[in-house]
Every structure is written in C-alpha cells, then in structure tokens.
C-alpha cells in the first residue's frame, strides 16, 4: 500500500468525549471491552486526520459542544461524566431537538464512529454480513466447451 | 479440464493486470523542485481531465496530468477498507459538506481525490443528458452544438471506449429484484440501468473504488490510452496557481505534497501553450479565483441533485451486498424531477445512517442482512456557491428552493411506499431523530410539509455548473470552445461547465462533453499555439 499521510487531531481532553461518545453508541450493556474503546478512538482519530484544517477544527468543536451539551438540558455535567444510560438518553433527545445545529452535533459524530466500528470483521461476522464472498455474479459464467480431441479419448477410453 | 470458473478467473485477472499498468510519477517521492515545458498541462485527472489528455495526446500533442490526490493501483482499493477508501481516494476523509442555506439539509458531498477523479467513486452508472436538457441548452442558452445529434458520436464512442453495458439480470440483488417487485405493484416501471463496467462480480462497494478492477473507471479506460500515447502523469501535485500573462495563459506552478504530513513541500513550475483546469465544480472555482479571473459566475450556479436514501427491514433473508450496487431505475416521476434507483453500500457505511442511538440502533445493525435499500435523487434548481475559505478545502454553501425540498421529501414518501408495498415491516426513513415506520399512512405527513430540511439526511453525488459555459462573458465563465471569457488559452473542462442540472448521473456527460471540447481544441492548435 502507498505511503499513507500521517497526522493526529484529538488531544488528550478530546479523546475522553470521543470515548464516553463511542461508548454510549456501542456498548450500553458493557458489550465491548475497554481496551478495544480506546483503540476505536486512535482509529477514529487516524480517519479523520488527512481531512483539512478547517474540518478538523470544526470537528473538534462539535465534540467541545457534545462535552458541554448537558448543560442545555439543566444537567450541570460534563458528557462524559453522565452514566451510560444517561448518555444514550442524552444522545436520543439531542438527535430529535428542533434546534437545528443539535441533531447535526450528534449524527456527525455516529455516522463516522458507526463506520468504523463496524468495518471490524468480528463485528461484521456478528451482524450476519459473510465478507468478501459473493455468489450472484457466478450464476451466468460463460460456459466452456470441452475440445474434440477429449471427447474422442474419453470414448475411446470407455 | 479448466472449469468455467476458473477459465472466467483467468481470463479477468489477466484482463486486471493489463489495466494495472499505469505509471505515474508520484510527487510525494520528488525531493527536488521540478519544472516542464509541455504543449499542454491538464489540472485533474478525472472524468474530464482524463478524456482531455487522451484526446490530446493521441492527436501528436506533449501533456502533462497534474492530479492534487495519490495514485492507487485498482488491485489497492480492494484492500482498502471503506474507511480507508475515504481517506485516500476522497476529498476530506468523505466527509464534504455543504452547508444549507435556510430551509435547506446539511448535504453531504463525495468527491475524489486520486488519480481517476470522482470516476473512481462513481456507481458506474452512465445515463446520456437528457434530450429536454439539451434542448434548453441549445435553444433557450443558444449552445448550437448542445444537441442530442451533436452530441451523440461523443456519448457513442466514450460508451465503446469505457463498456458502458446493461447490468445483466442475474446481477441484481435481492433488495433490487424487493424494489422492483414494490414498483411493480404501484404500476412504477421499471428499467434497466447501464454501467461502465467489465466483469463486475457484485461486491456493491463500487463508491469506494472497485475491488475487482471491473468499473471502467478514467484511471482504467482513458488515462492508460493517454499514456500510452505519450501523456504524462503526476499525482500528489497540488497546483496553486496560473501563470496568466498579457491576459494569456502561460503555464501553472503550485507544490507536491508531502507523503507524511500531506503538506505543501517541494515546488514545481510547468510552461504550457494550453492549460486545462479539470479540477471539478467544487475546487476549479477556488484554481480560477486564486488565479485572478473575477467573473461573477465563478463559484455560483452549483446544481447538487441531492438524494436521499431509505432503509426497509424485511422478514426474510435479503443479503443486499450480492449483486451490483445499482441495476435498475425509474424515470417515471421525471416530470416531478424525480429519479428512482437500487442502492447498496459497504455494511458499516449503511449503518452509519441508521436511527436511533445505542441498543436502537443496535437492534437494527443486527437486522442488516434483511434490510433493503431503495434511493433517489432531486433534478434540482442551482442554489449553490463554492467559496475560497480558510483551508485549501472551498466553503460549499446551498440554498434548496421550496420546490425542491418538497421533491425530496416527496421523493423519501415513494420510496417508503414501495417498500411496504414490497412487504417490509418497517422503513428507515433519513429523518434524523425519527424512530421506524411501521405502517404506510405514517408516511403521510411527508408530504404535509412539517418536516424542517435540516432535520433530513441528504447527500448529492454530481456538483455541476460552478463555472458554467454560456454564450457571453456576462453570462457565464467560458465559452462554447471551452476556453475562458476572461484568459487566452485557459480552459475547463469538467462538470463545473455544464450549464444547468442534468438531473442524471455527470460521469457519461461529462466526458462527452469533455471529448467534444478535446476534438474542438485539436482542430485549433496551432492557432492557440500562435497565441502563446
């Protein structure tokens, strides 16, 4: 693979927002394992990485405003200081918020998250999804016609 | 005996190796400043780009392709995971936007970044302008040579050039054979789509580079050709700026990137009797602006068609991912500026857009092999600018107007109809915070115009018109040859010209107009030349 462009966006403040976020979104029940949540976020963070300055920013912004966002709801507690399920509750009522810029907060956010953490194999495998293996494109095959010559030896043969 | 099988494997991935063979030069390698001389320097390599330097090259003449993005091997993309993908084949990582103006949804943009263009994202879906377009174009915007006749041998030879074919039957999925089953019993006809491609095997990731080598992409139909008539390509180049001098074009300079830090780095200059901005409607506004043109036109004008897609969960098994990311289409609904398509992506990039938050949307993760998707797209109004901003990224804003925002939503309303009309047990509509529908009349209040724009997930495939071709100075940025109003010797070639929205997908379009202009160009090269 070609040389990839390598540079880092998240800081240490951000990278425990990004982690209750992903936390929230993925493992309600404990599903996943801390180690694997920490290394989301490095994975996250090498994504969105080659995109410029300015995305960048703004998306370290969003995750600044998700981080003080419980405040808008009279909850006078960091993001990641909410309990998981207050979190996902938290997450549901910003997502239906009629204040434009605030569903936007969130489904920013899950879109990429969602992406990359389902692009892990195991997690494929468990949503029922097979791989690379496709079967369709094998139903019209050309069909190769054997030659003469093997068809005479094999009567002769029988 | 060689099975079938294998036979049609030999056969492909002898076919795949021939098309692997394009060298480029990367500029990320170059430790040294770099300068040219060349007849001809083409900025992009995409779908306009890419025509423009074959035609060129094989009519004798010298042509450099400078491309911003990294080259790729096709065997490269399928080890590229989606996200990956996005990060090196697209500008900002996929993630583009433009901003909605008023009532208007945040639309999400994809466009390429990589030797190809855009051509290497495309579903590969290739659709000649329609005929009432080009009528408008040719009577009402006076483009004589705008018409269906007078474009038809450049659709015909790029279609044989880049195998534009029906996608066989066998090559729908189960969810495209659901939503033709769901058209069927709403008396929606529906008909066979046709794409540039060559042994596709059904891997429904085409928007993230084909896996396969089997979408006849620009990197794989034109630009090898070009080469192999002497062009010469550059990746990894990022052109800053035009040389113009006594309002002639002289040549281009800008930097190559760095392979690290994806930074400026190391100069290059590069004379030129003819430069070609093919750079696309979202970046050859901010090339042209840097470059001192001042047209009003420059940047506006920007038609999207923005789409949006729905989910719908069957009982039964529907495996969505074996088969062509898009076979079938309807344009029955073009009279409300509607067109219908099948969709598919890669699993994760799907779930993305699901609903909910948490176990929610775990719920409907766990359920993809029965989910089915159906979208559709808006022939939209050009309520769109491009900007020069902070970044080297443009600031892309879009003013929906009121009709099109109800076409959209009316568009999100047909699709969910077909789908419980198809025996879905419930809709994933793109309306942010919506839980599923789960009865046919919960649709309805799609169509009542409660729904804020912003509130609808939206994306758009087909920026056009941000430097559009017109007549006149006053009304548009070039002319009918392709060369701008403003420059001597100083042309775009790419969808950004395109006048109006096309209401189909740009890539076939595109680089027929490109090799007409290219034919155009050839014929009159020594008198450019002469200017130079």
């Known amino acids: ?158 | 005996m060689t099975s079938p099988a294998v036979a049609h494997e030999h056969a492909h991935g002898h076919e795949r190796a021939e098309r692997e063979r394009l060298p480029v030069i990367r500029g990320r390698e170059q430790a040294a400043p770099f300068s040219a001389k060349v007849d001809v320097v083409i900025v992009g390599s995409g779908a306009g780009g890419a025509v423009l330097a074959r035609e060129l090259a094989r009519d004798g003449r010298s042509v450099l392709v400078l491309e911003e993005g990294g080259h790729y091997a096709p065997s490269e993309y399928g080890a590229m995971t989606p996200s990956n993908s996005f990060r090196r084949l697209s500008r900002e990582a996929g993630m583009s936007v433009a901003l909605g103006l008023g009532d208007t949804p945040l639309i999400s943009l994809l466009a390429g970044k990589c030797v190809g263009g855009s051509s290497v994202l495309t579903g590969g879906v290739c659709f000649r302008i329609p005929e009432e377009v080009l009528h408008t174009w040719s009577s009402s915007l006076g483009l004589g040579r705008m018409t269906p006749e007078g474009l038809d041998p450049f659709f015909s030879e790029v279609e044989g050039i880049c195998h534009v074919e029906d996608v066989p039957a066998h090559m729908r999925s189960r969810a495209t054979e659901l939503f033709v089953e769901g058209a069927d019993k709403l008396g929606i006809p529906m008909k066979t789509m046709r794409r540039n491609t060559k042994g596709c095997r059904g891997a429904a990731r085409c928007n993230f580079g084909c896996p396969n080598g089997a979408k006849m992409s620009v990197d794989v139909s034109f630009l090898p050709d070009a080469v192999a008539h002497g062009a010469t390509v550059v990746s990894d180049a990022l052109v800053e700026r035009i040389d113009i001098t006594g309002g002639v074009a002289r040549g281009v300079r800008g930097r190559f990137l760095d392979g690290v830090t994806g930074e400026p780095r190391v100069r290059f200059e590069v004379r030129a009797k003819l430069v070609v901005v093919a750079c696309g409607s979202m970046h050859t506004p901010i090339l042209l602006r840097r470059s001192g043109l001042d047209s009003v036109h420059i940047g506006r004008h920007l038609t999207l068609h923005p789409a949006v897609r729905i989910g719908a969960l069957f009982d039964e098994a529907v495996d969505g991912w074996d088969g062509a990311l898009q076979s079938v289409y309807t344009d029955h609904f073009l009279g409300d500026g509607i067109w219908l398509n099948g969709v598919y992506s890669p699993v994760n990039v799907l779930a993305a857009a699901f609903p909910g938050v948490g176990r929610e949307h775990r719920r409907l993760v766990k359920q993809m092999p029965n989910l089915a998707f159906f979208g559709g797209m808006v022939h939209d109004d050009g309520g769109g600018q491009v900007r020069r901003w902070i970044s080297r990224e443009p600031l892309v804003t879009y003013k929906m107007v009121k009709r099109d925002k109800a076409r959209l939503l009316k568009t999100i309303h047909i699709l969910g109809r077909m789908a419980f009309a198809a025996g879905a047990r419930e809709v994933l509509t793109p309306i942010f915070g919506m839980a599923t529908v789960k009865k046919e009349k919960d649709l309805e209040f799609l169509l009542e115009d409660k729904v804020a724009a912003s509130k609808v997930e939206c994306m758009a495939f087909h920026p056009l018109g941000s430097a559009k071709m017109a007549t006149t100075a006053d009304a548009g940025v070039v002319k009918p040859t392709g060369e701008t109003w403003a420059v001597d010797n100083l042309f775009v070639c790419d969808g950004s010209i395109l006048p109006t929205s096309i209401g189909v997908n740009s890539q076939l379009p595109i680089m027929s107009v490109a090799m007409m202009l290219a034919r155009g160009i050839a014929a009159d090269f020594e008198r450019y030349s002469s200017r130079a």
């Open chain 1, 1 to 158: 693979m070609t040389k990839d462009f390598a540079r880092s966006t998240l800081n240490a403040r951000h990278r425990p927002v990004l982690r209750a976020l992903a936390e929230a979104m993925f493992s309600p029940d404990g599903e996943v394992v801390p180690e694997r949540l920490d290394a989301f976020v490095d994975d996250v963070d090498g994504f969105i990485s080659p995109a410029s300055k300015t995305l960048r920013f703004g998306l370290v912004l969003m995750l600044f405003a998700i981080r003080w966002s419980p405040l808008l709801f009279f909850r006078f507690r960091t993001f990641e200081e909410l309990t998981v399920d207050e979190r996902v509750h938290h997450l549901e009522r910003l997502e239906r918020s009629k204040v434009k810029q605030l569903p936007l907060l969130v489904v920013a956010y899950k879109t990429v998250l969602t992406m990359i953490f389902y692009e892990d194999e195991t997690e494929q495998r468990a949503i029922g999804y097979p791989g690379h293996a496709r079967e369709r494109w094998k139903t019209a095959l050309p069909v190769v016609q054997p030659r003469r010559e093997a068809i005479g030896s094999e009567e002769a043969a029988s």
